[in-house]
């Protein structure tokens, strides 16, 4: 890790400002709302903004990263995020207290090294992306494979003591294994197959649509299931992002009788996300019928590897 005195200082004061604000009256308040919220009680609408377009918000340099190590970085970029949006448009947001040091090791999501090479179409300097579609027939649904999970336990205590030391006596560090990943399907599985030929193979070609589902949800259950023997999973009960739907913060989660000393965090002591639509959030589309009808057929709720299991952002 670097030691660049610079770093250092750039980092303290951003952990400075995170401290005071997290510690402001209104934190516990809004935190309190999302509680009620997620436990189904009465309480006003809440507003979660999500999804920014951080490559577009720069404005005055707010965003501008300037530590030179690329693990400081990022972490700069970050707090960066945060102060910026609780400055601009902070809407429900609940700001913490602490700096949270996360996981090394993957997959974590639903994307990842499950077999296939996207072939993408994109303008240099563009942010728009096009798909090539690389499945054309079963024989190629077939080689989505189910990667290795990894998890680096030493590099994992490494980093949450370097943040440790560097925020002493400014924020407290808390190591955090992995609260929020994507079950979404749909979502990657357009990376190889292109939207316009999923929707008319949706009706042309049914068989091959889920074989296709059917392939990459086995592989997606097993992620979940090394995860859980790794030791990887958190109960994500707290001031993480669930989906796009707002903060997991619960006291629903972990059950009665969960021990994380015994038997580790399960699938079911969590709240996390599923994303089960093809269309993404900001496609213009009119699919939410067909989308909801597929998803929710007894085929891919025989293989959906969070069936059963606590869930948000459904259709």
Known sequence: MSGHAADREILRELGRRKFDIGNL???KET???WRRLNGLKPVRPLVWIDQVPWHEMNVNDELTT???????RNVELGLRIELYQWAHFPADMVVEPVIYSGIVGGPASSYGDYGLTEQREQREGGQDVGFIPIIHTEADADKIRTPQVWFDREATEKNCQTLSDLFDGVIPVRKRLIMHQWHAPWDQIIHWYGIEQLYTDMYDRPALVH???RNFSKALHEVLDQQEALGMLEAGNDNCMIGSGGPGITDDLPP?????KISGVAPRDRYSPRCRLICTRNSACNMNALCWTDSASPTTAAVNPFTRRWTCCGP
């Open 25 to 27: 009256p209104i934190q």
């Open 31 to 33: 935190a309190g709302l």
């Open 66 to 72: 300037r530590c030179q190590d690329p693990f400081l």
């Open 211 to 213: 074989r296709i589902l």
């Open 256 to 260: 009665p009788d969960y021990n994380r």
